[in-house]
């Protein structure tokens, strides 16, 4: 279906009084943004863009039941303040869309197309998520950011633990048949035909302070070999092609809040491509084919300025090595990023950010510059 009638469908089908009023929610962060590649094959790119940093707008509600049963919905889309529409042609493409059931007591049921417990995991420690079309962040470098059709997820009521909770998620995705993994809009199919053959988990600690969490990817749709801030505008210093492959992904992350404003958070993630399943094709690339596995970590930290607490300092690094099962040089990235942001309410903000990163392979190496300023308005 057409992403403007689905919208438009969307809309119009929770206009019924018989419902409960949804909630209307969005955000627009626009930045502009300069760019500059010193690639090894010695095509060099230096411009300047207006970037569309996964602005997005959505529709969100829950109809109480009984004393304990609620439905529930979301239909989210991202859209594009640049140009528009997206690189397919696109004015909205789908995030988020989902319908299920929430028991107090048994939790929370949801079929749709849904981010991975391990994506989400992700937000709670990476500072600079979205940033740059969705590129600076962790997603420009690692596995494991992925949004899945066909999906079932099931949420386990909170339990509290000592002076927190505790909170843990399953997602279960059939392929419908795919012998590939198939790209779809906003988001990938997996391949296989049970529940069983692709899944996401995730079991996360919170507290005031400190947040701890882990989760675990079984054959789900995965980038290796990324390329940073320009994503695939050409090739990089590999043949490889960046498909997606079938991944096992294991992340952990951590996040402290401390008294003077500190927040300090920390990913250490490995992934390895999943073996082929009966039925299954694997991967067409033959680099794909030949990697051992992938090992990721970030570090970083925000500071909001005590005696200015409008200004929020910020600064990152992450890593990404990619190894092989022969004698192919491991292919490494190192990204670091700074920023500050000045918050004018809790909806409206403006930033500005640089970094660099290097995407490394024996003697080859390529080069990304950043330096961009934005604005950011939530509702």
């Known amino acids: 279906m057409n992403t403007q009638l689905a919208l438009l469908v969307a809309l119009s089908s929770v206009t019924f009084s018989a419902v409960a009023a949804p909630s209307f929610y969005g955000e627009i962060d626009l930045s502009i ?34 004393e ?31 319908i299920g059931l929430k028991d107090q007591q048994l939790g929370t049921l949801k079929l749709g197309k849904i981010d991975t417990p391990v994506k989400q995991l992700s937000a709670q420690v990476d500072t600079f998520n979205n940033y740059v079309e ?25 339990f509290k633990v000592g002076q927190g909770q505790v909170d843990a998620k399953v997602q279960l995705a059939t392929g419908e048949g795919e012998e590939r993994i198939k790209a779809s809009k906003g988001g990938y199919g997996v391949s296989g035909r049970g529940l069983s053959d692709s899944w996401s988990s995730s079991v996360v600690y919170s ?18 070999l990324s390329r940073g801030f320009l994503n695939a505008q050409h090739q990089e210093v590999t043949a490889a092609s960046n498909v997606i492959a079938a991944a096992d992904n294991l992340r952990a992350i951590a996040r402290v ?23 299954e094709k694997p991967a067409q690339d033959l680099t794909v084919q030949n990697i051992d596995d992938a090992q990721a970590w970030l570090v970083g930290a925000e500071y909001k300025l005590a005696h200015a607490q409008a200004w929020t300092v910020k600064a990152q690094y992450s890593q990404n090595t990619v190894s092989f099962k022969d004698t192919t040089a491991d292919y490494e990235l190192q990204q670091v990023l700074a920023g ?26 390529d080069q990304q510059f950043l330096l961009g300023t934005g604005f950011e308005y939530k509702f």
Do not use: W
């Open 68 to 98: 304990r049963l609620s439905a529930l919905y979301q239909a989210e889309f991202t859209f594009y303040g640049d140009d528009g529409q997206s690189g397919s042609g696109d004015s909205f493409v789908p995030r988020n869309l989902l």
């Open 257 to 279: 809040n401390l008294d003077s404003g500190v927040s300090l958070r920390a990913l250490y993630q490995v992934s390895e491509i999943a073996d082929t399943q009966a039925g």
């Open 207 to 224: 507290d005031q302070k400190f947040l701890a969490g882990v989760g675990y990817d079984k054959a789900m749709p995965s980038r290796f």
């Open 33 to 66: 943004d300069y760019l500059k590649e010193d690639n090894a094959s010695g095509r060099d790119r230096d411009v300047t863009e207006l970037s569309s940093n996964n602005s997005f707008i959505g529709l969100k509600g829950d109809q109480k039941l009984n």
């Open 340 to 365: 500050v942001d000045y918050a004018f309410s809790k909806q409206v903000k403006v930033y500005g950010h640089a970094g660099y990163l290097s995407i490394e392979q024996a003697a080859q190496e």
């Open 134 to 158: 969705n590129n600076a962040d962790i997603h420009g470098i690692m596995a494991g950011e992925t949004r899945i059709d066909n999906s079932v997820v099931y949420e386990t009521p909170s």
